[in-house]
T-cell receptor, first 109, second 115 residues
């Protein structure tokens, strides 16, 4: 199974953009890149997903490298409510989400 | 529109006992996945149910079993509980897809403590 690598934690100031990196050097051609986040004491929440092209939605943007070996989740203007653990996950052809330990995002007011 | 619900919220059992956790999927969803999340770690996939059958299974022993009912709700059963089974158990629902773009909606989880 292809794996992802993320920094353990990151800090950012409130109302500034946040770029969360993810490496997935063993990704296969059909693996989708998914991002979920988990707020304290809650179940994970879907953020965004993509295959090859950059993606945007109301929550975030996903920038995917041309060789697909890495991607970056972009929160355009972080708020205190964005403090969470962010997971970069690959959905493989068996429909399984392979989770890592994620990045704990700390937002400073 | 109700999201994914799980019961109970918390549960305390002793080693060797058996436990049943329940999940109701988001309205309109037909697929249920179960995950185990140890403290400080990401969720680990246990298995997924679709059309009342186990479709995929992660690396968990046979002590972990499940069931899906005709109304798409699901149960997770764990037999012969071990201390290491203490974790947050998450249920996620989704729509079956032919491509791998499956977006999952998670419940709040059941916190199981084994003493």
């Amino acid at each position: 199974d292809a794996k992802t690598t993320q920094p353990n934690s990151m800090e950012s100031n409130e109302e500034e953009p946040v770029h969360l990196p993810c490496n997935h050097s063993t990704i296969s051609g059909t693996d989708y890149i998914h991002w979920y986040r988990q707020l304290p004491s809650q179940g994970p929440e879907y953020v965004i997903h993509g295959l090859t092209s950059n993606v945007n939605n109301r929550m975030a943007s996903l920038a995917i490298a041309e060789d697909r070996k890495s991607s970056t989740l972009i929160l355009h203007r972080a708020t205190l409510r964005d403090a969470a653990v962010y997971y970069c996950i690959l959905l493989d052809s068996n429909y399984q989400l392979i989770w890592g330990a994620g990045t704990k995002l700390i937002i400073k007011p | 529109d109700a999201g994914v619900t799980q019961s109970p919220t918390h549960l305390i059992k002793t080693r060797g006992q058996q436990v049943t956790l329940r999940c109701s999927p988001k309205s309109g969803h037909d697929t249920v996945s179960w995950y185990q999340q140890a403290l400080g770690q990401g969720p680990q996939f246990i298995f997924q149910y679709y059309e009342e059958e186990e479709r995929q299974r992660g690396n968990f022993p046979d002590r972990f079993s499940g069931h899906q009912f005709p109304n798409y709700s699901s149960e997770l059963n764990v037999n012969a509980l071990l201390l290491g089974d203490s974790a947050l158990y998450l249920c996620a629902s989704s729509l079956v897809v032919t491509g791998n773009t499956d977006t999952q909606y998670f419940g709040p989880g059941t916190r199981l403590t084994v003493l």
